[in-house]
């Protein structure tokens, strides 16, 4: 499999957040080139700023690794993780994290700051940008537009 395969599931995710008017990220956790977790934001649904997909993908791995190390695993997001997610990522110690497009108001892995390289953590976490990164623009912007829509209809 390769790395637009699993972005494109992280995308699928991404949908399902969308179709909740919850803002579109996704995320996949590989491990051995298998699935192993699946999220999406669910922030609005239950009312809690930490159920980013990150969080949550991170969560599902470690309950069914049975670890809270994620050492061989990687990451596939939508979005650039923010610095709760990206200390998530440290801390889980995932392997690297494939990122679809950046964003550039709380991004943490490279837009706003990098917690990934910029500072001496007890873990390194690799990344690597733009997979399938029109994409992953696009269900933002259309989300976007659509979410303004509905509110100047209220």
């Known amino acids: 499999m390769d790395k637009e395969y699993f972005m494109k599931l992280a995308l699928k995710e991404a949908k399902k957040a969308y179709d909740e008017l919850e803002i579109p990220v996704g995320a996949v956790i590989v491990k051995d080139g298998k699935v192993v977790a699946k999220a999406y934001n669910e922030k609005e649904k239950k009312h809690d700023s930490t159920k980013h997909a990150e969080i949550l993908a991170i ?45 550039e108001k709380t991004g943490a892995c490279g837009s706003v700051l990098n917690l990934l390289k910029d500072y001496k953590f007890n873990h390194n976490v690799d990344a690597e940008y733009g997979i399938c990164k029109e994409d992953c623009e696009k269900i933002l912007k259309d989300f976007f537009k659509e979410l303004r829509k509905i509110k100047n209809n209220k």
């Open 59 to 103: 969560q599902k791995a470690s309950k069914k690794l049975k670890s809270w190390r994620l050492y061989d695993c990687d990451m596939y997001v939508t979005l650039e993780p923010c610095s709760m997610c990206a200390g998530a990522l440290i801390q889980s110690r995932i392997r690297k994290v494939y990122i679809g497009t950046m964003d």
